[in-house]
């Protein structure tokens, strides 16, 4: 295996830290059959980007937005309908590094779910999560079929502000408390994995150079070179689901 070398130094790292996190990207899901947006390959690549204004026009007209995500485009975009993808090696080996206590906390920049279906439990969703809704106001969020979705836009129960996909839309904030865990725990962390990601979203990419500010270490796990490939301590130019479970094993070993 061309890269074992890198396995074994990468968990000599994870195993001389205290508080590892590991922060994901597309590459996770690309081995599930969810094609990732950017990238060869990637559906905007093919497609064109969705409007960059995306969440002002859903603030302009809420009911247009639900119309038209309930219409018959809407499982158009992905590859495999999100539904029907399933979790990876790769899913589930991070799934067992927090069961084994060495993965403290996961966040992800996925919005299918496949972490919590692999069994991953501290799960940060900093795009959202596809599965569910999301309040705009109190920012309460609700499983995806618990509005009867009568009228249009629904609104949440807890305060009437209008509910919209969980999943974050290009100009739509990071929401607040997202955000403020990630922060927490990338300043908790001494040693981050960055796992399928090309680490150029903000502000997802400023969590590892958070890290490797206060001491700690990056490892990356991706086949090609991506932007922090120069200040990673480690890298592993592999797919997550083909190095992962090895990963694992290693550190089991260990
Ligand atoms: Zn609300």
């Known amino acids: 295996?061309?890269?074992?070398?890198?396995?074994?130094?990468?968990?000599?790292?994870?195993?001389?830290?205290?508080?590892?996190?590991?922060?994901?990207?597309?590459?996770?899901?690309?081995?599930?059959?969810?094609?990732?947006?950017?990238?060869?390959?990637?559906?905007?690549?093919?497609?064109?980007e969705p409007p960059m204004n995306g969440y002002r026009r859903f603030l302009a007209d809420p009911k247009g937005y639900w119309e038209e995500r309930l219409g018959p485009r809407k499982r158009r975009r992905l590859g495999i309908p999100i539904n029907e993808a399933k979790p990876n090696p790769g899913h589930f080996a991070l799934a067992e590094m927090e069961g084994i206590g060495i993965l403290k906390v996961l966040i992800t920049q996925n919005v299918d779910?496949?972490?919590?279906?692999?069994?991953?439990?501290?799960?940060?969703?900093?795009?959202?999560?596809?599965?569910k809704l999301r309040c705009v106001d109190c920012g309460a969020r609700f499983d995806?079929?618990?509005?009867?979705?009568?009228?249009?836009?629904?609104?949440?129960?807890n305060c009437t502000g209008v509910v919209k996909g969980d999943a974050v839309m290009f100009g739509e904030p990071i929401p607040s408390d997202i955000l403020r865990k990630c922060k927490e725990e990338a300043g908790r962390s001494d040693c981050i994995l960055v796992i399928g990601t090309s680490a150029i979203?903000?502000?997802?990419?400023?969590?590892?150079?958070?890290?490797?500010?206060?001491?700690?270490?990056?490892?990356?796990?991706?086949?090609?070179?991506?932007?922090?490939?120069?200040?990673?301590?480690?890298?592993?130019?592999?797919?997550?689901?083909?190095?992962l479970p090895v990963f694992v094993l290693e550190l089991a070993r260990a």
């Open 1 to 48: 295996m061309a890269y074992i070398n890198e396995i074994r130094e990468a968990a000599k790292l994870v195993l001389s830290s205290n508080y590892v996190v590991a922060l994901t990207g597309a590459g996770v899901s690309v081995e599930s059959g969810i094609a990732p947006f950017r990238g060869p390959g990637g559906l905007w690549t093919k497609y064109g």
């Open 113 to 131: 779910n496949l972490h919590i279906v692999a069994g991953s439990r501290n799960v940060i969703e900093i795009h959202g999560n596809s599965y």
């Open 144 to 157: 995806r079929d618990s509005f009867d979705l009568l009228e249009l836009p629904p609104k949440c129960p």
């Open 201 to 243: 979203v903000h502000p997802a990419a400023s969590l590892p150079l958070m890290v490797k500010r206060s001491g700690g270490v990056i490892i990356e796990v991706n086949p090609r070179r991506s932007e922090l490939s120069d200040i990673c301590d480690v890298c592993i130019r592999a797919p997550s689901g083909e190095a």
